[in-house]
């Protein structure tokens, strides 16, 4: 039935043309019908047409492999070039050898690092001149140290970063626990110095680099460590990296403290408000002053902050998020109920100031004063108790006319139900020409009265 709805009878003399059949698959359909005039042929015909089909799908198979073939020269050329960067890549990272240090780390051996280091010392030795203030900022040589000073800074602390992986992945064998519990890179330098490859933390004393309870979680999960002591070569670059980790945060702390000392007159406003420890220390990790002028005042709120592990105490005392603004005066001195939102006080504020520095606005410094005095009294506003209650007196009976209330339903339903009733005003009403009802006489006299009404009615 299927053969004939499809129009294709196993009896025609041959099948139609399908698109599908190339012409010998046809000349094998049109023999396989003259064969299944009989019961075995028709039986045979599913298996020759499949026959037929795989062999038409395995051909076009065939021409698009073919078609494959004829690549372009310039997709060739093309594909060429690539596989030669991927392999000069894959050279390039082969021969990198994660295992030297000095591989790895090369900011130290550079001529830039050293001509600002030399020049940075210099001045420290030297003094601080007084400032010139006729000329522009961006064409003073010692305002171009700094901002110098101020991007080796971000490059120490991309170097300290990468040397603290190198750190971490060489003693990962010796106390894998151990980065998971120190997260600074320079604490955790400091305690790999200080643990060496000794297994007894008992006998090892990290008093004054680490918090008590730190200390005792470190002990504690060393005793249980499934590390091994490392080789003496392994633990002798692990060492020398700390070393260098440790030069590195010296240098960076000479650095900011050349950028203190010239605070005063490159941002007199900022230093105003925060100090010119805390803004040397802002703009030496934001970049400079023009970065940290364009900085949103959320993200100066958290620059310098420290991730800090709790170890699984608890969190209901530990501080918010707050990087060097904590270190200002003002910060200190605000009650730790109302830190979080002077932190965000100093913050805007600080970014306005960065601002009016960047642009050469006041350097007087007086917008930073007044800026200063504003989130002071900001903060005494907040620290006011709340006005206390006063009494309220009770109005004077009958000082002023009642009001009248207004219609509506309520009220004429109210009127409705205490309304006088008419039995109420029939008690009421007085006859004429008869005598009048007291008080003493008899109750049921009136009742009379009510009669006589209704029957003159």
């Known amino acids: 039935r299927e053969t004939e709805r499809s129009g294709f009878s196993p009896f025609s003399p041959g099948p139609p043309s399908s698109p599908l059949l190339h012409s010998s698959d046809q000349q094998v359909a049109a023999a396989a019908a003259q064969e299944g005039q009989n019961s075995r042929g028709v039986k045979r015909l599913p298996r020759l047409l499949m026959a037929t089909l795989n062999d038409s799908f395995l051909a076009d198979l065939d021409e698009l492999s073919d078609n494959e073939d004829h690549v372009p020269d310039e997709v060739e050329a093309d594909l060429g070039d690539l596989e030669d960067d991927v392999d000069g890549d894959f050279a390039d990272i082969e021969a990198l050898n994660y295992d030297d240090l000095d ?32 000329i522009t900022l961006e064409d ?3 305002y171009q140290l700094i901002v110098d000073c101020n991007t080796l800074s971000v490059d120490i602390e991309n170097e300290i970063i990468i040397i603290h992986n190198f750190i971490r992945d060489n003693y990962r064998l010796k106390f894998p626990e151990l980065e998971s519990l120190v997260h600074h890179p320079i604490d955790y330098a400091r305690v790999v110095k200080k643990i060496g490859n000794e297994m007894d933390l008992t006998l090892v004393d990290l008093e004054g680099l680490l918090p008590s309870a730190i200390i005792m979680v470190v002990s504690v999960t060393a005793s249980t460590t499934s590390g091994k002591p490392l080789p003496e070569e392994n633990l002798k670059k692990t060492i020398d990296a700390c070393d260098r980790a440790l030069v590195l945060d010296l240098d960076k702390k000479k650095v900011l403290d050349f950028v203190e000392s010239r605070m005063g007159y490159i941002a007199p406003n900022l ?7 805390a803004a040397a220390k802002l703009m030496g990790t934001a970049g400079g002053l023009s970065a940290l002028a364009n900085m949103p005042s959320c993200n100066v709120q958290i620059l310098g902050a420290k991730r800090k592990n709790l170890a699984g105490f608890s969190t209901a005392t530990s501080q918010f998020r707050v990087g060097y603004l904590e270190q200002t005066e003002i910060f200190q001195s605000t009650p730790p109920s109302l830190r979080f939102r002077a932190c965000r006080f100093l913050a805007a504020k600080s ?12 350097h007087t410094g007086k917008t930073g004063r007044d800026l200063r005095e504003a989130i002071r009294k900001k903060i005494e506003k907040r620290q006011e108790p709340p006005p206390a209650k006063q009494p309220k007196p009770l109005p004077v009976p009958d000082s002023e006319p009642k009001k009248k209330k207004r219609g509506g339903r309520r009220l004429r339903k109210m009127k409705e139900r205490y309304a006088v009733t008419d039995m109420r005003k029939l008690a009421n009403r007085m006859l004429f020409g008869v005598p009048e009802e007291s008080s003493l006489e008899d109750p049921a006299s009136k009742e009379e009265t009510l009669d006589q009404d209704s029957t003159e009615e």
Do not use: H, W
């Open 103 to 134: 591989s790895v780390s090369k900011l130290q051996k550079t001529q830039r690092y050293v001509d600002i280091m030399q020049k940075v010392e210099d001045a420290l030795q030297k003094g601080q001149d007084v400032p010139s203030y006729g």
């Open 140 to 142: 003073d040589p010692e």
């Open 271 to 277: 230093s105003a408000i925060l100090g010119s420890a």
């Open 351 to 362: 970014t306005l100031a960065a601002r009016v520095d960047a642009t050469r606005g006041d």
